[in-house]
C-alpha cells in the first residue's frame, strides 16, 4: 500500500517555516500607495512605529525604514540571502560600495560569506499610482568551508531565468520560473560560486509556479534526503495528490515520491524550495548564521571592530535616483545595465 507524500501541512503568517539546508523564508506583499517625490509613501507615517513597522496598516508596511520602506545598512555572516521580486523594486547597497537597483522578476544571489554590510531599501518609483511590492527572501545556509567565503553578488535578471512550460493531457499549462535548479534538461542560471546549490549533486530547487484553473501537474521526484516544501500563497485551492489545500498554506512533501498537483477555480501560484541537508550544527543569532556559539561571538567582535568594511554610503538607508533603472555595480567594477 503506497503512503502520502504528504509530511506535513502548517498554515502561513509572515515567516515561512523550512529546514536545512534553508535558514529563513519571508514572504513580503505590501500594497504601497503613490510615491512621495522622495521616493518614500504619499501617506501619513502617523501611528507607525518607525524603525520598527512590521504591523500591516492600510495594506503595507515601513519595515525598518523611516522615510523609505525597507532595511537600511545591516550585517550578515556565514549563510546566503536569494531575495525573488515579483513585483516592484529593491535598491540594494552594500560595505564593498557594490549596488544595484532590481525588481519585476529579478532575483539577486547574495553570499554574505565572512561578512558585510548590505542595505535593502523599496523605492516608492510611482508618483501617478500605487507601487505594489512582492518578494520573497530565502536564506540558504553556507557549510563550514564555505562560512568564510568571499562577500559576493549575482544577478538573475527575468529575461535570463528559464521558464518551463508543460501542458497537462486537457491542455491547460503550468508555467514554472527556474530560479534554482532544473527540470529535464532546462537548467536554471549558475548560483553564486560558493553557494551550496552550486554543486548539483545538492538538488538545490528554488521554483516559482503558475498554475491555469484546473490544470494539473506533477512535480519531478529527487533523492529521499532531500528537503522539499511547496508554499501555495495564492489562488482559491489546489489538490496535492488528494488532500484539499488552502491558499497560504505550506505542503512538505516526500522528495523522493512524484507528487500531483490540481489547480482550484483560479490561477494558482506556488513557491517551492528544496535540496540536500548540510547536516552541520547551525548556531544562528540574529543576522549571523554559523556551527558554534563560539563563532557567533566572534562574529561580533568581528563586526565591532570592522564594521565589515564600515558604511561608504552618505545613507544607512541609501536609494539611487528614481531614473536610475535596473543596474548592477560589481566588487570588481563589472557594471551591468538593463
Avoid at 509613501?41 to 496598516?57: I, N, Q, T
Avoid at 489546489?238 to 491558499?247: A, P
Wanted: include cysteine; glycine fraction near 8%; charge should be negative.
Amino acid at each position: 500500500m503506497e503512503t502520502s507524500p504528504i509530511i506535513a501541512v502548517v498554515p502561513l503568517n509572515f515567516q515561512w517555516p523550512v529546514l536545512d539546508p534553508f535558514i529563513f523564508c519571508a514572504h513580503h506583499n505590501d500594497h504601497y500607495p503613490r510615491g512621495n517625490g522622495e521616493m518614500g509613501p504619499a501617506a501619513s507615517l502617523e501611528g507607525r512605529r518607525l524603525g520598527e513597522d512590521f504591523v500591516v496598516k492600510d495594506g503595507w508596511r515601513m519595515y525598518h525604514g523611516e522615510s523609505v520602506p525597507g532595511f537600511p545598512a545591516h550585517p550578515h555572516r556565514g549563510f546566503e540571502t536569494v531575495t525573488v521580486v515579483m513585483q516592484g523594486f529593491v535598491d540594494h547597497s552594500d560595505s564593498h560600495k557594490q549596488a544595484g537597483r532590481y525588481g519585476n522578476g529579478d532575483v539577486q544571489w547574495m553570499t554574505a560569506g565572512s561578512g558585510l554590510q548590505h542595505s535593502e531599501m523599496f523605492p516608492l518609483l510611482n508618483e501617478d499610482k500605487e507601487n505594489p511590492l512582492e518578494l520573497f527572501q530565502v536564506w540558504l545556509n553556507l557549510p563550514r568551508e564555505k562560512k568564510m567565503a568571499p562577500p559576493y553578488f549575482k544577478m538573475l535578471w527575468a529575461d535570463e531565468i528559464p521558464v518551463v512550460t508543460i501542458k497537462d493531457e486537457t491542455g491547460l499549462k503550468t508555467e514554472i520560473n527556474l530560479i534554482a535548479g532544473s527540470i529535464g534538461d532546462v537548467q536554471a542560471p549558475a548560483p553564486a560560486p560558493d553557494s551550496w546549490a552550486a554543486n548539483p549533486e545538492n538538488e538545490v530547487a528554488i521554483w516559482t509556479i503558475k498554475m491555469e484553473p484546473g490544470a494539473v501537474w506533477e512535480i519531478p521526484k529527487v533523492s529521499e534526503n532531500a528537503f522539499r516544501v511547496i508554499f501555495f500563497y495564492r489562488g482559491a485551492s489546489i489538490l496535492v495528490e488528494d488532500t484539499s489545500v488552502n491558499e497560504y498554506t505550506a505542503v512538505q512533501l516526500k522528495a523522493d515520491s512524484f507528487v500531483k498537483i490540481t489547480a482550484g477555480e483560479t490561477d494558482c501560484f506556488i513557491f517551492l524550495l528544496q535540496g540536500m541537508p548540510i547536516n552541520e550544527p547551525v548556531y544562528q543569532y540574529g543576522p549571523f548564521v554559523m556551527n558554534t556559539k563560539a563563532e557567533i561571538t566572534k562574529a561580533f567582535v568581528d563586526f565591532d571592530q570592522t564594521q565589515f568594511g564600515g558604511w561608504p554610503w552618505e545613507r544607512r538607508d541609501n536609494v539611487f535616483p528614481k531614473d536610475a533603472g535596473r543596474f548592477a555595480e560589481h566588487i570588481d567594477g563589472r557594471k551591468e545595465i538593463k
